[in-house]
C-alpha cells in the first residue's frame, strides 16, 4: 500500500512510519515541521506540507496517488487548547477539513484518524467505551470531536470511509532507542518525569490533589506508541480489504493509574528519588480517563504487547 501520513515527524507519527515501513508499506510522511522533527522521519519519503495549504496537497495527492492517509498532526495540549482555543480549532478542525475535501477531490476515501479520550469529558461510568457520552470539557477534546461529526457525514455523502482511534495517553519510546518524544516545551507527565531523573528539571509538579480519585491525583490508562501504531495497520488492512463500514474504537489498557503511582513506579524502576511538587490543578484535565478497548479487540485483533504500565516506564530509562 502506498500510505500518506500526516503528522509522521511526530511522536507518534515518527513511530508509525518505521512500523508501516517495516510492515513493507510505501510511506510517506506529510508535515508542516511545527512541531515534529524532520530527522524523526527515519523511512520513506519526506514532503512539506501544511494541511492548510490545498494546492499543495492537490499536488501530492496527484503526484503519488495514496490508497489511505492516516492522520496524526494536530496540536494535542488541553491546557494550552483553554488558553489558546483559536490554534486548536483552526489547525485541528479546519486543517482536518481542508485534507478531507484534498482526499475526496482526488478520490482517495481511506482515512484513518487520531482521535482522543478527550472527546468523552468526565467519565460517566468507567471503562470507557464507543458508547459513552461525548461531552468533552476542553476545546482540544471539542476540536477532534467535531471532525468525528463531520466523517459521520463524509462517510453517507461521499462514501469516504475510516477507522477512528481514540486514544487514551500514548507513552513510551521504541525500544530500539532510535525514535523518542521530543515535544517543545514538554508537557506531559512521562517525560516529565524522566527529565526530572535525568536531573534535567529540579522538580515534577503534580497538577491537582483534590480530584476525585483514589488519591486525589489524575487517573490515566497508558497504552505504549508502539502498540498504537499495530493497530493503526491493522485499521488500513481492514478498510483496504473491501467494502467495509466505518469504525471507532477506543484504545487502552483498560488500567488506571494515578500521577502519584506513575511517580512512585518511576522511582522503583529507576532507583533513583526526587523531588514532587504539589501544584495546583491544570485547566480542563477530567479526574479519571481508563478505556474499554474490547471492540479492538474483537474485531481489529488489537493485542498490546507492552501493556503493563511497568514495561511502559522501562522503554523509557
Ligand atoms: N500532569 C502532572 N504534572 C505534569 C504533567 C502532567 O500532574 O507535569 C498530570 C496531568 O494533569 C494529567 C496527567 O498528568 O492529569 C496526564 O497528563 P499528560 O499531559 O501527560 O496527558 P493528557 O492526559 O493531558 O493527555
Request: charged residues 25%; glycine residues 8%.
Amino acid at each position: 500500500m502506498t500510505l500518506f501520513i500526516v503528522g509522521g515527524a511526530g511522536y507518534i507519527g515518527s513511530h508509525m512510519v518505521k512500523l508501516a515501513h517495516l510492515a513493507g508499506h510505501k510511506v510517506i510522511t506529510l508535515d508542516n515541521l511545527s512541531t515534529g522533527h524532520r530527522d524523526a522521519v527515519l523511512y520513506g519519503a519526506f514532503e512539506y506540507c501544511d494541511i492548510q495549504d490545498a494546492n499543495r496537497l492537490n499536488e501530492l495527492f496527484k503526484k503519488y496517488t495514496p490508497d489511505a492517509v492516516m492522520h496524526f498532526s494536530a496540536y494535542s495540549l488541553v491546557g494550552e487548547s483553554m488558553s489558546d482555543p483559536y490554534k486548536y480549532y483552526n489547525n485541528n478542525t479546519v486543517g482536518t477539513l481542508n485534507l478531507l475535501k484534498a482526499m475526496i477531490d482526488n478520490d482517495c476515501k481511506n482515512f484513518i484518524f487520531s482521535s482522543t479520550a478527550a472527546v468523552f469529558g468526565n467519565p460517566e461510568y468507567i471503562p470507557i467505551d464507543e458508547k459513552h457520552p461525548k461531552n468533552p470539557i476542553n476545546p482540544y477534546g471539542k476540536s477532534k470531536l467535531m471532525i468525528e461529526q463531520m466523517l459521520e457525514d463524509f462517510d453517507s455523502a461521499y462514501g469516504l470511509k475510516y477507522v477512528v482511534f481514540r486514544y487514551f495517553n500514548a507513552a513510551g519510546h521504541d525500544e530500539s532507542g532510535e525514535l523518542t518524544e521530543r515535544h517543545d516545551p514538554e508537557t506531559h507527565l512521562l517525560p516529565l518525569i524522566m527529565q526530572t531523573v535525568r536531573g534535567e528539571r529540579e522538580a515534577i509538579s503534580i497538577y491537582g490533589n483534590d480530584y476525585d480519585t483514589k488519591d486525589g491525583t489524575c487517573v490515566r490508562d497508558y497504552i505504549h506508541v508502539n502498540d498504537l501504531s499495530r493497530v493503526h495497520l491493522q485499521g488500513v488492512e481492514y478498510l483496504m480489504s473491501g467494502d467495509v463500514d466505518s469504525k471507532v474504537y477506543n484504545l487502552g489498557n483498560g488500567e488506571g493509574f494515578s500521577v502519584k503511582e506513575i511517580i512512585e513506579k518511576v522511582k522503583e524502576i529507576t532507583g533513583k528519588d526526587f523531588k514532587v511538587i504539589e501544584d495546583e490543578r491544570r485547566a480542563g484535565d477530567p479526574d479519571t480517563l481508563i478505556a474499554s478497548s474490547q471492540r479492538a479487540k474483537d474485531e481489529l485483533g488489537f493485542k498490546p504487547e507492552v501493556d503493563r504500565v511497568e514495561d511502559i516506564i522501562k522503554t523509557l530509562v
